[in-house]
């Protein structure tokens, strides 16, 4: 194991130490790893589930059952489109088929460096469709605009 993977397990070791005896850990547990490490590894599940005193099936079964919970490490680049009501009333979903179509995959999905994630209102609803680009809120896109912010994340 690397020294890398070490410090990982201590960061998961002391997530559970921390939380494992409160009702209803396991979903503080999961972001809390998650926020430490950028993921849940398939190791981390094992440690997750011995600690909780659950199987490792339920405890992936919950992982996945929640788009939120990343198993493998992050994309370098997020892009998140709003889907919530008053964005898609403004073109979100047309914006996402859109990001769907220029990056070659899903919400969820991934292409290269860049990660397709929705979110559900980013509070400038008035000026939707809002995207976030990494830690860049942008209103008022369309897919012209759409295609110049990716492109400037693939030239970066
Ligand atoms: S609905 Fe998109 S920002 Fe509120």
Not at 21 to 44: F, K, M, N, R, S
Request: charged share 15%; net charge negative.
């Amino acid at each position: 194991m690397t020294t890398q993977q070490d410090l990982a397990r201590r960061q998961v070791q002391a997530v559970l130490q921390a939380q494992q005896q409160q009702a209803g850990a396991l979903l503080p547990i999961l972001h809390a790893v998650q926020d430490t490490l950028g993921y849940i590894p398939d190791w981390a599940v094992a440690d997750i589930a011995q600690a909780l005193n659950q199987s490792r099936a339920e405890v992936h079964g919950v992982i996945t059952f929640y788009h939120h919970f990343r198993t493998s490490p992050p994309a370098a680049h997020t892009l998140q489109i709003c889907q919530a009501e008053a964005c898609q009333a403004r073109g979100s979903r047309a914006l996402t088929a859109h990001a769907e179509q220029a990056l070659g995959c899903s919400l969820h999905g991934r292409s290269g460096d860049i990660g397709l994630e929705p979110v559900y209102c980013l509070g400038l609803c008035a000026t939707g469709p809002n995207i976030m680009l990494d830690d860049k809120l942008v209103s008022r896109v369309d897919a012209a605009r759409l295609d110049r912010l990716l492109a400037g994340v693939k030239e970066a």
